[in-house]
């Protein structure tokens, strides 16, 4: 019998989906009133039998109680949820700080928590945004989850940033990938770069779209792709870069699409003992501070940081006022700061 019902619990819980199931959900199965199933599990005046009937549904359906329900019944929830995918780069630190900015000014509070690319983590956290009640999510969401998301799900309105979801899904900020990152081929063409490999991120939508960008500029000129696609961080980076070293044919120029990838590719040239641009050409995402420092400067492609977030802010303080709006997706130009990494190609 004690197997039968945890046999019950799993597939209950699959059919809530991952997010699990809400309080309407309990009051059904234990054909009970909303109003009672919060009775019955706050310590309300409710008979014994009654209780221990809801405390059963919500164990049958893993229902997680809102941890502070009692206090946003009477009052409209102030905070913010913001997951970013990894705080260690600095382009999420960076809309980390415009959001807190933009919601400081509304008076409202933040959240932040850190889902390092990991979709058991995002799914962990999303579930903390549901028990705190939060008002909204703003989130940069691993490529599974983009593809898949289900904003029906969730009590709060989200806005994607950084990745977007299939069109109409959320509201989203992002860049414009496919532009930027035929901006950076097209630039080490001219420059007479001509076996140009790029390096992308494996989980993310992002890393995907600058993919496509990257070949569909080196295809229009006939020349060959060279794509490889790790995890987005700097050991991946090295390690990725200084095998792809090791070939005797290896590229005269490098992409990274991210500002981590991209440290991991200066780290590994020069570990090689190789010269930038004098041995191979390098080239971006994300105008770091530390990226003006190597050598005469790395060329990158410059995102609008501080109006991702801002704008992110906006949108979901929008959706709150009007929750019956069409969903928006805005993308924001890039800017290629051109520097010494990408200098004319000696013959």
């Keep these: 019998m004690e197997a039968d019902k945890r046999g019950v619990q799993r ?9 699990g ?21 706050g310590n309300g005046p409710v008979s014994a039998d009654l209780k221990e009937r809801v405390e059963q549904a919500a164990a049958q359906l893993g229902y997680r109680p809102n941890l502070s329900a009692r206090r946003l019944r009477s009052q409209q929830s102030r905070t913010v949820g913001l997951l970013v995918s990894d705080i260690r780069n600095p ?13 400081y000014r509304a008076g409202m509070r933040v959240i932040l928590c850190n889902v390092d690319e990991d979709v058991k983590k995002e799914a962990m956290y999303l579930r903390l945004m549901q028990e705190e009640r939060v008002c909204g999510v703003i989130f940069s969401p691993t490529g599974d989850t983009a593809s898949h998301f289900r904003p029906d799900r969730f009590e709060f309105p989200v806005v994607m940033i950084d990745r977007a979801g299939p069109p109409g899904v959320t509201d989203a900020v992002v860049l414009d990938n496919m532009l930027a990152a035929q901006q950076l081929v097209t630039h080490l063409i001219e420059r007479g770069y001509r076996r140009i490999g790029g390096l992308f991120g494996n989980s993310s939508t992002t890393g995907a779209e600058r993919a496509a960008g990257y070949e569909a500029a080196l295809m229009a000129q006939g020349l060959p792709v060279a794509a490889r696609f790790v995890s987005p961080n700097v050991d991946a980076a090295v390690s990725a870069v200084k095998a792809w070293l090791a070939e005797p044919d290896h590229p005269d120029a490098l992409i990274a699409s991210n500002g981590l990838l991209l440290q991991g590719a200066v780290r590994a040239l020069m570990e090689a003992g190789m010269s930038i641009p004098g041995d191979v050409a ?6 770091d501070a530390w990226t003006g420092l190597v050598g005469q400067g790395l060329t990158v492609i410059e995102q609008p940081v501080y109006d991702i977030g801002t704008l992110a802010m906006e949108m979901l303080l929008s959706r709150l006022e009007n929750p019956s709006l069409a969903k928006r997706k805005m993308v924001l130009n890039g800017v290629l700061l051109t520097r010494g990494s990408t200098a004319t190609k000696q013959v």
């Design 11 to 19: 597939d209950l819980s699959k059919e809530w989906g991952l997010m």
């Design 21 to 41: 199931a809400k309080i309407k959900d309990v009051a059904a199965l234990a054909r009970v009133s909303i109003a009672t199933v919060s009775r019955a599990l």
């Design 91 to 103: 382009f999420f630190t960076a809309v980390s700080r415009s959001v807190e900015d933009a919601a």
């Design 282 to 287: 390098l080239a971006g995402f994300d105008n």
